[in-house]
């Protein structure tokens, strides 16, 4: 077995990535790299992944159930009708990641999405997922950054779109499963 698997508690192999905690390991198998579509669903993978920027995955995952209270279940109807207020509120809120430009910029993604042709959001997304993928042997292969992320990360940034940069925009990837990352020997990857 690599260092790159580990073996669970349960006797399952995974991702190292994973390590002992039982909320990761509970992402890592029912969410991680599965195909997700939707506008709503994609804008709160697309909110969650900027908040995340320069955290551990970890941090967001204990904290979104109280991010999605706080951003109205990310319907980005609700949310751009968001005000300064609201903004301090979210200042104040020690369930989130206080970051201003992270929150304002959620908002005003909120408005350019809920501006989007219902679907025309998620079609944008996937329409960069890649028609092929090369399931990784090790994380040393597992890329930050891909020319598919680079130009998705472009196209959203060109419509305004803020806190999508490639390596935020490849995670996004990651965890919606336009790629599939569970490197080899892991139980997801088949």
Known sequence: ???DIRTGPDGIDRCAWVGDDA???RYHDEEWGRPLHGDRALFEKMSLEGFQAGLSWITILRKRP????VFAGFD????AAFTADDVERLMQDAGIIRNRA?????ISNARLALAMAPGDLDALMWSFAPDSH???TSFAEVPATTPASDALSKALRKAGF???GSTTMYALMQSAGMVDDHVVGCHRAV
Not at 66 to 69: L, M, N, Q, S, T
Not at 76 to 79: D, F, L
Not at 102 to 106: F, G, L, N, P, Q
Request: glycine share 0%.
């Open 23 to 25: 909320e990761y390991r």
């Open 66 to 69: 109280r991010f999605r209270e």
């Open 162 to 164: 803020r806190f999508v």
């Open 1 to 3: 077995m690599t260092l």
């Open 102 to 106: 992270k929150i304002e910029a959620t």
């Open 134 to 136: 090369v399931r990784p």
């Open 76 to 79: 980005p109807a609700a949310i």
